[in-house]
């Protein structure tokens, strides 16, 4: 009987899982959920576009930027632009219009503008005229005008990165940038890095930095942590020529030309070189002893420094839609020797004799009236002798044979200009009249 009662009193072991290994599995469950979701959110950042402007979030772009399925990147210019803090029209900064197959952005510092189906943004710093070619044409999509992200590196002064395997996109601002240079090389020991013109500041996209040593002269460095000097800080000044990568420096009062391998283009004999542009060729304009010539890029002689005046003052011409006074439908260049003009071509080649007063027309008339220096339908300038004008073509030729016109102009109705000559007590519409005597239009793309 005891037995069976202390069999009966003994505790039953108890069948099933150990508390210890239920923990474990459910350790293991924990961390596979975790995987999962950790995963599901790499992937979801992976489907989905980062963007970041200046190291913060700027997701506001993910509707603004257009890829191709090639990842080419393509940006509505205006929009960017406002992003940005560009002010934004469209039409033509030169001729203001509502026409959207053109556009321009404007800065404190520029003014850039494009035009459909064209491979040049045209650039306006402090009055000069800069055309940037760009690899792909300014296309329309969804009614906008869009550029390629390589363009818009050169158009909003910007570095561009898109990283597909990340799915991300990084943008860095030219103002970002040199605050960071900036620091690095005052932290070496120069005094600042120069700022004064915004090519010096793009500088900094090609690789190199213009620094100011404690001596108070400038140099060139390369931008990278491991710096290397290009030019010693050595130089009364230093702009950066960037088409062809050169520094126009100076020295005892004395300019010249310096590649960045250290080879000199030209040799610091000027008085002052100035760098003049067309759509194919860059041009410097060099003044000595008083005198002006023209060098191409690379220091040979265009046009020997003989003459009082090379290129001419366009300010006035701004509704006739002319901002380059220097090299006129990209071919023709005015030269004046003493109180005459002539027109040379970018060859060097005298294309006039030395006959005109002058070029283009200014009449006194009221504020819907406007002087006239090129007529570029029909690619005619108009030059001038004594108070009466002729028009005269690319070649050289004068148009009426003989300066017999008081006036060329144009007025502005509603919006709608209309070009008029006036000669003998006539005013005469100028497009009708060309027409008229079969004077033969050009194309957009020979202007």
Known sequence: MDLFEEEILKPKKKKGIKMSTLIIIAIIILFLLCFVIIAAILYLRGTILTITVDEAEADILRDVFIIEENNEVYIPIRKMGEYLKYETYNGDYKRPSEDANKCYIKSTNEIVS????????????????????????????????????????????????????????????????????????????????????LDNKRAIFDGYVIVKGTNGYYGVMTAENDSKVILETKYESIKYLKETSDFLVSSNKKYGIISIDQTTKVNL???????????????????????????????????YPEYKQIGMDVTAYARNGVTNGYILYDELIPVKDGEKWAL????????????????????????????????????????????????????????????????????????????????????????????????????????
């Open 114 to 197: 494009f035009v459909l189906n064209s491979n040049i943004i045209t650039r306006v710093v402090n009055g000069q005229t800069q055309q940037i070619k760009i690899s792909e044409p300014i296309i329309q999509i969804n009614n906008q005008l869009c550029i390629t992200s390589k363009a818009a590196e050169e158009a909003f002064n910007i570095y561009f990165n898109y990283d597909t395997k990340q799915n991300k996109i990084n943008i860095i601002t030219l103002s970002n940038l040199y605050t960071r240079y900036s620091n690095f090389f005052v932290n070496k020991g120069y005094v600042a890095i120069e700022n004064e013109t």
């Open 269 to 303: 004999a000027y008085d002052g070189i100035e760098r003049i542009t067309n759509k194919e060729n860059i041009f410097y304009v060099v003044k000595e002893s008083n005198l002006y010539g023209l060098l191409d890029s690379n220091g040979k002689v265009v046009i």
């Open 344 to 447: 040379f071509n970018i060859k060097g080649e005298k294309v006039t004799d030395f006959i005109y007063d002058g070029f283009g027309s200014n009449p006194k008339g009221n504020s819907t009236t406007y002087g006239v220096l090129e007529v570029q339908d029909y690619k005619l300038l108009i030059g001038k002798q004594g108070e009466k004008y002729d028009l005269i073509t690319t070649t050289g030729t004068g148009l009426f044979k003989g300066f017999i016109l008081d006036s060329v102009y144009i007025t502005v109705n509603a919006g709608v200009e209309n070009y008029y000559i006036a000669f003998a007590n006539q005013k005469i519409e100028l497009m009708n009249f060309l027409e008229e005597n079969n004077v033969q239009k050009v194309t957009e793309n020979e202007i």
